[in-house]
């Protein structure tokens, strides 16, 4: 099925040729993408798409730390996770989750895959991300194609899906068929995480959407910049609230991710 993008990048791309060559000479240049723009502040560096909403950030002494809070709580599939053979990125960022799983589960198949190969570029020469490996595979190609792909159905034991283009006004996939495909792609204990918009209409959408297609949809409390991540179950679970808060102690000691307050932030929600 069709699915339509609402990404500025497709609609720069699909945009028909001028058929009159004065109209080319005088037609400004459009670039497929949007412009890959950097900011630096504090100690922290920032990816932009050429205006002032932020893609992602890593702290420059830091550089596989996910610095901002809402790329922390990306991570909250490790509280029924411990070892995930196989986790996947839908959009690349800072690569802030990309290196965060590859430092954290050095034997895992970590994959992450990004429309835009400007991303991929700047996220080399200047968000510390690593060439490619037997682990590590960065993949220069739509998502859409590679959740329905079904080459990679079943295969994921998490699956993070932050997909912004330069407008920020919700993500670029968000139709009940993408969200089905992206459950496809987990195996039966699978779980994706989504970042999400709490104060914009996308966030209702995207959570019907995920209803459809999942099971077992929760989502932990806004952060102080609007973002909301929503967890989204292959099979329904449990929320075992102490279970739970044994394994955050365990995830803060290991990694120093605040999961404790994920936990309280389910505690919440189920109230």
């Not at 139709?175 to 709490?198: H, K, P, Q, R």
Request: charged share 25%.
């Amino acid at each position: 099925m069709l699915i339509k993008r609402k990404s500025i990048e497709k609609e720069e791309s699909s945009r028909p040729a001028s058929k009159s060559a004065a109209a080319k000479k005088s037609a400004p240049y459009k670039p497929k993408f949007a412009p890959v723009t950097l900011s630096e502040q504090d100690g922290v560096r920032y990816l932009h798409f050429g205006t002032e909403w932020v893609q992602g950030a890593m702290r420059i002494r830091k550089p596989d730390w996910p610095e901002l809070e809402y790329a922390q709580q990306m991570m909250a599939f490790m509280l029924w996770i411990e070892q995930p053979r196989a986790v996947a990125q839908l959009g690349l960022g800072t690569a802030a989750l990309t290196k965060f799983c590859r430092k954290t589960w050095p034997e895992a198949q970590v994959t992450t895959v990004e429309l835009n190969p400007h991303v991929i570029a700047i996220c080399r020469s200047m968000f510390k991300l690593p060439e490619n490996d037997a682990h590590l595979h960065v993949l220069e190609m739509d998502a859409l194609d590679f959740v329905n792909d079904p080459a990679n159905h079943g295969t994921l034991d998490a699956l993070q899906v932050d997909l912004y283009d330069a407008t920020a006004r919700g993500p670029v996939l968000d139709s009940a068929e993408f969200y089905a495909a992206c459950a496809a792609c987990l195996n039966g204990d699978g779980i994706m995480t989504v970042n999400l918009f709490g104060d914009h209409p996308s966030y209702a959408k995207n959570l019907k959407a995920m209803k459809y297609a999942f099971p077992q949809v929760i989502s932990l409390p806004e952060v102080h910049d609007g973002n909301v991540v929503a967890l989204a179950f292959k099979r329904a679970r449990p929320l075992d609230l102490p279970a739970l808060e044994e394994r955050a102690r365990d995830i803060a000691l290991q990694t120093k991710l605040p999961a404790k307050s994920w936990v309280k932030g389910l505690a919440t929600t189920l109230r």
